[in-house]
């Protein structure tokens, strides 16, 4: 049972270049999430998804967009990266029935130059 | 002012102290409150949740105080293994984006 996983680990983008982080989780888990960790700001909601087939945005979505391709998976796209989007990104998911623990990923640490 | 708010630390004490945290929370409405655990480069995990009468588990102990709005962590018998950063995050209303984490408190034991 590997709960939630992330890929890749670490990416290194140029400005301008386009990229898409890969989350998964294997607990039949309805909501899934994604942060992002800046020093001194906490973690930050960007874009969610409630159930599959909807998503919402969060508290700082714009730049990025997210797909919810089926129950388990949960991708997140920067279309353009720009050095303000460098960050450590983090995947969650939650069961969505009676409880709000969140489970997280291990985090994709991505530097935009 | 930020909607939940913690002093970043460093707390740095020995091995077997008793260390506290505070956290403060800005919306009265607030419902649920919880303690994360985030460890140097790691995923948060959660560490406990806090219930209004208080509550512990094993050497931790969390409160809420709604009237002054703040919720606190205590660890009895620090260990090495204690050393993190402590986020505080708290849920108000209703839906997916309800959570918000404080930035965290870091915690280093040391021998």
């Known amino acids: 049972n590997a709960g939630v996983t992330q890929t890749p680990k670490f990416q290194v983008l140029k400005t301008g270049q386009s990229m898409t982080l890969q989350c998964a989780q294997d607990m039949n888990h309805n909501s899934m999430y994604w942060y992002r960790q800046d020093p001194g700001m906490g973690l930050r909601l960007i874009y969610y998804s409630a159930s599959e087939g909807t998503t919402d945005k969060g508290e700082v979505p714009n730049g990025y967009n997210v797909s919810r391709l089926n129950k388990r998976e949960f991708s997140l796209r920067l279309e353009s990266a720009a050095p303000s989007q460098t960050s450590v990104y983090f995947c969650?998911?939650?069961?969505?029935?009676?409880?709000?623990?969140?489970?997280f990923g291990p985090g994709t640490r991505l530097t935009v130059l | 002012r930020k909607e939940v708010e913690q002093d970043p630390g460093p707390f740095n004490v020995p091995e077997g102290a008793t260390v506290a945290f505070n956290c403060t929370y800005s919306?009265?409405?607030?419902?649920?409150f919880f303690w994360y655990r985030q460890d140097c480069r790691k995923e948060p995990k959660l560490l406990m949740s806090?219930?209004?009468s208080g509550n512990e588990d094993g050497r931790f102990t969390a409160q809420l105080n709604r009237a002054s709005q703040y919720i606190s962590l205590l660890i009895r018998d620090s260990k090495l293994s204690d050393s993190a950063t402590y986020l505080c995050v708290v849920k108000t209303g209703t839906g997916r984006r309800a959570l918000t984490f404080g930035s965290g408190t870091r915690l280093q034991v040391q021998p």
């Open positions: 969650a998911s939650t069961s969505g029935q009676g409880t709000d623990t969140q489970y």
């Open positions: 806090v219930y209004s």
């Open positions: 919306n009265s409405a607030s419902q649920s």
